[in-house]
């Protein structure tokens, strides 16, 4: 008989922000991210990223939970709260700090559009003015990582090979803005590897993210995941599906106890897998099982689409 080690162990995750409540993007990424770590027999972890205080919306993560326990996917070990882990991200930025890798920030907004370049689809590039030191008469603003001149590359599991020249991309990034919480690129990397997180499945809105993400990793001697990243779901005119829509509300104005094993043979089929006609009304437990044994991950699609839910 062979045993599979810690090691070998798959860890994967879903990391929900809880600013408000399911929605059927996040529906496709939590399917998603639990089918591929429960098809390699892994573990599946629950992170709830709140570390934007003022953005979250006091009782959304229980919501979160309690929709995520109807539909039955049901999470490995205790769900970790970024809230509570701020000492880890600040001893993180302290020691890019000491090593020399990061660096007080004074600039606007405004002085670096001025100066920036045209936007990148990331948003503007910082073009480096305090890189050399905060000039006297600026306070910090922001700590930011300095960045160099080479391609990051991975083989995203869906998407395919993805590079990102960070100089030419953003330059240097903000990994803690001085009057509010430690960035989400930070955060995330050092919770992945503090929970032993090696398998990241989650939207591909993330996807032009990841490079600065594996850069960190690197700087910290950290192992870089594998990577998955899913189709994002439309409006059903092809445009951005937006949170506040209640139409796509899994918790506002739905039983899920009925509708629970509908929606996920939907998000299925948005995955490009191919339910049996037999799992019509079934419960969640036996659709997720069928989904578990079935997984094709070539059958995912690329392209964002609408979600069909009949
Ligand atoms: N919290 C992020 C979101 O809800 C996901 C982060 C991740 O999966 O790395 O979009």
């Excluded at 600013?19 to 892994?42: D, E, F, M």
């Excluded at 008469?137 to 995203?156: G, M, N, T």
């Excluded at 949170?243 to 929606?263: F, I």
Aim: proline content about 7%.
């Amino acid at each position: 008989m062979t045993t599979v080690s810690d090691k070998d162990m798959i860890v994967g995750r879903f990391a929900p922000s809880p600013t408000g409540p399911l929605h059927v993007g996040s529906l496709v990424a939590a399917l998603g991210s639990y089918l591929v770590a429960r098809n390699a027999g892994g573990q599946w972890l629950l992170r709830m990223e709140d570390l934007d205080l003022p953005r979250v919306v006091p009782g959304i993560a229980d919501d979160m939970m309690a929709t995520l326990e109807k539909l039955a996917l049901h999470w490995d070990g205790e769900v970790l709260y970024q809230s509570r882990r701020t000492e880890h991200y600040r001893a993180a930025a302290d020691e890019l700090q000491r090593r020399g890798l990061a660096y007080a920030c004074g600039c606007t907004r405004s002085e670096i559009a001025q100066i920036a370049s045209a936007p990148h689809e990331e948003g503007l590039v910082y073009p480096g003015l305090c890189r050399d030191g905060l000039p006297p008469e600026k306070v910090e603003r922001a700590l930011r990582v300095k960045v160099y001149d080479e391609v990051i590359s991975f083989d995203d599991g869906i998407m395919g090979r993805y590079s990102q020249h960070l100089t030419a991309s953003c330059g240097d990034f903000v990994i803690h803005r001085a009057d509010g919480p430690y960035a989400y690129h930070l955060a995330v990397v050092v919770d992945d590897a503090a929970s032993g997180v090696n398998q990241v499945v989650r939207g591909a809105d993330l996807l032009a993210s990841t490079p600065r993400q594996i850069y960190l990793q690197r700087i910290f001697d950290f192992p870089t995941p594998a990577y998955f990243h899913l189709p994002l779901v439309t409006g059903p005119d092809g445009a951005k599906l937006s949170k506040r829509d209640n139409a796509v509300s899994l918790a506002a104005g739905r039983d899920l106890e009925q509708e629970g094993g509908r929606l996920l043979l939907a998000a299925l089929r948005f995955l490009g897998q191919s339910p049996p006609p037999e799992l019509q009304g079934a419960a969640p437990a036996e659709i997720l099982e069928w989904g578990v044994a079935h997984l094709d991950i070539c059958a995912i699609p690329r392209t964002p689409a609408p979600f069909l839910y009949p």
